[in-house]
């Protein structure tokens, strides 16, 4: 069971879009649409962000967009703001039915 | 308002056991898979276990960091998730969050955690 690779850290300045990359294989991101991210900032709990790749739950900011080509999933967020700067994690189904987790993306806004 | 409310942390030494619970309200507990995910301290999010909404045997699955130490259950009369944890380990050290699952192994909300401490 292994931990999907992200990016360590990630910045931009305000106004700026940025990417965060989850890579996965053909066992997990690569075979579900059942990917999602999720914010977590300093001693709170995680946030779902998007699911199912590209999909955002009601309330979220359309600031924020999910794609994946192949084993790899993407979380952009445009126009970013100060409150951005938080933890973000991708999250996928797996053919052996458990949950992974991404490794966890560091987003400073400059 | 979806509210999932954990309890049972603590200070427990190497080799002992924890019982955590995680009370839902404000959705019908009884018609979603729920998990639980911890996170060690100044760490990543890691998956610990999934039951599906009858919690028979069969539908329940483990990571393999926990498999013969933890049993998740529920008790969809009391709105009600549990984690029992025995033989635990200093690495199983972090904050322990229930989810409710959206579908297909994809937590969409997540209870405020619950601190698990194992030092002797």
């Known amino acids: 069971q292994s931990a999907l690779t992200q990016p360590a850290s990630v910045s931009g300045s305000p106004g700026q879009s940025i990417t965060i990359s989850c890579s996965g294989s053909?066992?997990?991101?690569?075979?579900?649409?059942?990917v999602a991210w999720y914010q977590q900032h300093p001693g709170k709990a995680p946030k779902l962000m998007i699911y199912d790749v590209s999909d955002r739950p009601s309330g979220v900011s359309n600031r924020f967009s999910g794609s994946k080509s192949g084993n790899t999933a993407s979380l952009t967020i445009s126009g970013l703001q100060a409150e951005d700067e938080a933890d973000y994690y991708c999250s996928s189904f797996t053919s052996s039915h458990t949950l992974a987790f991404g490794s966890g993306t560091k987003v400073t806004v400059l | 308002e979806v509210q999932l409310v954990e309890s049972g942390g603590g200070l427990v030494q190497p080799g002992g056991s924890l019982r955590l619970s995680c009370e839902a309200s404000?959705?019908?507990?009884?018609?979603?898979?729920m998990h639980w995910v911890r996170q060690a301290p100044g760490k990543g999010l890691e998956w610990v276990s999934r039951i599906d909404t009858d919690g028979t045997l069969s539908t329940i699955i483990y990571a393999d960091s926990v498999k013969g130490r933890f049993t998740i259950s529920r008790d969809n009369a009391k709105n009600t998730l549990y984690l029992q944890m025995d033989s635990l380990r200093a690495e199983d050290t972090a904050v322990y969050y229930c989810a409710r699952d959206l579908h297909w192994n994809l937590p969409d909300y997540w209870g405020q955690g619950t601190l698990v401490v194992v030092s002797s």
């Open positions: 404000g959705f019908l507990f009884s018609s979603h898979w």
């Open positions: 053909s066992s997990d991101v690569g075979a579900y649409k059942y």
